[in-house]
């Protein structure tokens, strides 16, 4: 039972900016790697932005210098802020966290997606 609440997508124009947020809730005992992923219908689902819970961070060529991800562990929560958006990354974003329940599973979770278009 853990559940991903993503919010902050929307419509934007192209330059603009948004910030996503995925807050964790359920019967978890720890989270570890979180991250944002992103699906176009041209494309196959692929990772944006990822923290590790020591604060390392990776990022996919496309959004460098673009995106940053950010997570605030007393609130279980990621964010990713988006600025110069592009056309380009009109997409549904995927919050995925590995999480470890208080029964003992660790597994990866997913949220619901959230719509981000970029248009004039």
């Known amino acids: 039972q853990v559940q991903l609440l993503e919010s902050g997508g929307g419509l934007v124009q192209p330059g603009g900016s948004l910030r996503l947020s995925c807050a964790a809730d359920?019967?978890?005992?720890?989270?570890?790697?979180m991250g944002w992923y992103r699906q176009t219908p041209e494309n196959l689902r692929e990772l944006v932005a990822g923290?590790?819970?020591?604060?390392?961070?990776n990022y996919a060529d496309s959004v460098k210098g673009r995106f940053t991800i950010a997570r605030d562990n007393a609130k279980n929560t990621a964010y990713l802020q988006m600025n110069s958006l592009k056309p380009e990354d009109t997409a549904v974003y995927y919050c995925?966290?590995?999480?470890?329940?208080?029964?003992?599973?660790?597994?990866?979770?997913w949220g619901l997606g959230t719509q981000v278009t970029v248009s004039s």
């Open positions: 359920g019967s978890f005992s720890s989270i570890n790697a």
């Open positions: 995925n966290v590995q999480a470890t329940t208080i029964w003992g599973r660790r597994s990866d979770y």
């Open positions: 923290i590790a819970t020591g604060g390392t961070t």
